[in-house]
């Protein structure tokens, strides 16, 4: 069992948190002894191992997709580090890769943008399951660009020379693009919707637009709807793009007011049915929603 989880070559590449293996093992262990098998030396060795190790800030999360093949991600152990909440993959942004990956006819052969992607669990997801014709990952906190570019190169898409020292100096708006010599065509934007200019609206032209977890705040909210609205108006070929916005509706005020928001500029919305398959593990509880933006 322990070479099926903590053990599988994919984890001992690369670890999960210290924090997390050592509970898991404790757990493992205390469901061993309760069942009155023979002690395993393997699993005692194994936790004495993960006691002597020292707790890290970064660790890894491994994602099975139904592929068979795998989202591997480096994430901050903290919720907020770095002035950030984006250094981590949210409920919101598992939920809509299952949601896209069971609905893939909607990103095959298309440009899909993603607006907040974090460290870029949903649009590593898509790029390897969905045949998008071309991704664009985009944030605007620098250590969350940094980490997302790390992400994508970590999952086997290979990024020109010097990628990283660009994405850190980069001036707003200007793409890196990954050189991955098949379908998708990935490439990472920094975008900063309350400032953000023609030229690179003019850039995108996406066909699908999504985004995880980017309703928290008011301010937020009028600045992505404003987006939105930005880009429809500079689509070359007149042709609105789709809309999808996943969120954890943690504050029904603020879920009520974004709506509010789109009736009062006359987008229209619609809650898109739940899925069938769960794919990922998270909480099942957490109250998330999908909407379609009708622009």
């Known amino acids: 069992f322990m070479f099926q989880t903590i053990l599988h070559p994919l984890c001992v590449k690369y670890p999960?948190?210290?924090k997390y293996r050592r509970g898991f093992l404790t757990e493992l262990i205390k469901k061993h002894e309760s069942a009155t098998a023979e002690p395993l030396d393997e699993l005692y060795d194994t936790l004495a191992d993960i006691l002597n190790k020292e707790e890290s800030t970064q660790c890894y999360k491994n994602y099975l997709l139904p592929t068979g093949e795998s989202v591997t991600l480096s994430e901050n152990v903290a919720i907020i580090s770095r002035g950030t909440t984006g250094l981590v993959t949210w409920d919101a942004?598992?939920?809509?890769?299952?949601w896209a990956i069971e609905n893939s006819t909607v990103f095959s052969n298309r440009t899909v943008l993603e607006l907040g992607s974090g460290i870029g669990f949903t649009g590593i997801a898509i790029s390897k399951t969905c045949n998008p014709k071309a991704y664009i990952f985009s944030d605007y906190h620098h250590c969350v660009l940094k980490q997302l570019t790390e992400n994508i190169c970590l999952n086997g898409f290979v990024l020109e020379p010097e990628t990283t020292n660009h994405i850190e100096m980069q001036s707003q708006g200007q793409k890196v693009e990954v050189m991955n010599y098949?379908?998708?065509k990935l490439t990472v934007a920094e975008l900063d919707w309350a400032s953000v200019t023609e030229k690179q609206l003019l850039d995108l032209q996406p066909d699908v637009i999504i985004a995880a977890d980017v309703v928290y705040d008011p301010?937020?909210?009028?600045a992505l709807i404003g987006m939105l609205q930005k880009l429809s108006t500079f689509r070359a070929d007149g042709k609105p793009p789709e809309v999808y916005i996943a969120f954890t509706i943690r504050n029904p005020d603020t879920y009520h007011?974004?709506?509010a928001e789109l009736d009062k500029i006359g987008i229209g919305?619609?809650?898109i049915p739940t899925h069938r398959n769960s794919i990922f593990l998270y909480d099942l509880h957490s109250n998330v929603t999908i909407l379609q933006l009708l622009i």
Do not use: D, M, N
Request: hydrophobic content about 45%; charged content about 20%; aromatic content about 10%.
């Open 16 to 18: 999960s948190s210290v």
């Open 257 to 259: 007011q974004f709506k």
């Open 93 to 98: 942004a598992l939920h809509l890769a299952e």
């Open 269 to 271: 919305w619609q809650i």
């Open 219 to 222: 301010e937020i909210t009028l």
């Open 182 to 184: 098949q379908k998708p």
